[in-house]
């Protein structure tokens, strides 16, 4: 195995490539797709889950043989913020096993050059040190309301390795901090913490509400990256960095080859909501209902690693808020 500091390989993928992206309408995915795009890429790939639902394994397949896609961004996953995480348990360990399992397997059986599979950083267990480096996977337990999704994210980690190790395959794993901007989920049950704050800030506001509760106590830590400049990483990490630059022996002689990416800012929820309450125009009292549960209290990435190849954020959180914020009026008001 060779090391972070190895010489990168810059493999440049033609711009005609046949690139698959997973969950291209999602959040994540569309900032993805817009990003490849942008650097004139001619042969995207995307399904809907009408078109190919991706727990089918069959259907995932026949996929595969039919459209041959050269590259692989596998970002399609059951996602959501506590509330879905910790009522759909079996749903979200299901979900995105054979997501993962489909789609990382077809990638093998149909010869695909490089995938790069998105994790999350609820991989990591819930007292890990801050911040969060990528050798503490598997180190201590998980936060319980979102640990059925966090254990098929780390099967789809350590399927890539498997494969890489045992095939010679060129699968890649990066774990993205907290998401947000256009195309985000606005659901009021299962939607993430700074889209649930867009939606109830807009609608007091709108409702001209004097009060609005929000879940646990504002003071957990938490990390936010726009979704272009995760976008970017992608590509960044799909055009430059190979299995071998980044898997690497740690220090219990475990191979690890995930990569962070996150902002490396972190802001209470309390000034979080602050911040979106502001930018909405929402002008009354924000109350903290401390009987719902905080989860893990601090989660910060070290994405130094990313960082030292050649990767970094650009848009700063109240310009993202601002963004996501028109994103949301032009797609649920008006
Ligand atoms: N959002 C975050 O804060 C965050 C943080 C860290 C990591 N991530 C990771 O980033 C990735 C994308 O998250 P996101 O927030 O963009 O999620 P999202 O907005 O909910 O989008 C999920 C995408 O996955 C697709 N999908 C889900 N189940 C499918 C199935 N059975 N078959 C086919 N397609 C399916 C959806 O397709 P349809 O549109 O057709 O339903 C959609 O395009 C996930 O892997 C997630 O774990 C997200």
Redesign the pocket.
């Known amino acids: 195995m060779s090391t972070l500091n190895s010489k990168l390989q810059t493999p440049n993928i033609p711009r005609n490539a046949r690139i698959y992206i997973?969950?291209?309408?999602?959040?994540?995915?569309?900032g993805i797709w817009r990003a490849f795009e942008r650097r004139g890429f001619t042969n995207l790939l995307g399904?809907?889950?009408?078109e190919?639902?991706?727990?089918n394994q069959q259907a995932v397949d026949d996929f595969f043989a039919a459209e041959k896609p050269e590259y692989v961004v596998?970002?399609?996953?059951?996602?959501?913020g506590i509330l879905a995480n910790s009522t759909y348990r079996g749903q979200f360990i299901y979900?995105?096993l054979?997501?993962e399992m489909n789609v990382i397997h077809a990638a093998k059986v149909h010869g695909v050059k490089k995938l790069l599979f998105?994790?999350?950083?609820?991989i990591y267990p819930k007292m890990a040190p801050q911040p969060m480096l990528e050798e503490y996977l598997l180190t201590g337990p998980l936060e319980t309301t979102n640990e059925p999704?966090a254990v098929a994210?780390i099967a789809g980690i350590r399927l890539c390795d498997a494969y890489n190790r045992q095939y010679g395959t060129n699968f890649i794993s990066a774990?993205?901090?907290?998401?947000?901007g256009p195309?985000?989920?606005y659901h009021p049950e299962n939607s993430?913490v700074l889209p649930a704050f867009i939606r109830r800030f807009h609608e007091a506001k709108e409702q001209g509400l004097e009060k609005v509760t929000c879940w646990g106590s504002g003071s957990p830590l938490r990390e936010f990256l726009y979704?272009d400049d995760?976008a970017e990483a992608c590509i960044f990490l799909m055009e430059n960095i190979n299995y071998a630059d980044v898997a690497h022996e740690d220090s219990t002689g475990t191979v690890q080859s995930h990569i962070n990416v996150g902002s490396g800012s972190e802001i209470s929820i309390k000034a979080l909501a602050e911040i979106v309450a502001d930018v909405v125009g929402y002008k009354g009292e924000i109350e903290w209902d401390r009987s719902k549960p905080d989860g893990t209290p601090r989660k910060l990435m070290d994405s130094s690693k990313l960082r030292k190849l050649g990767w970094e954020p650009k848009v700063k959180i109240r310009e993202g808020i601002g963004r996501a914020y028109q994103d949301f009026l032009e797609r649920y008001t008006g």
């Open positions: 997973a969950g291209h309408r999602g959040l994540v995915g569309s399904k809907s889950r009408d190919v639902n991706l727990i596998l970002v399609a996953a059951k996602v959501g979900e995105n054979m997501i998105l994790g999350s950083s609820c999704y994210k774990m993205p901090t907290n998401m947000y195309g985000d989920n993430h979704s995760l």
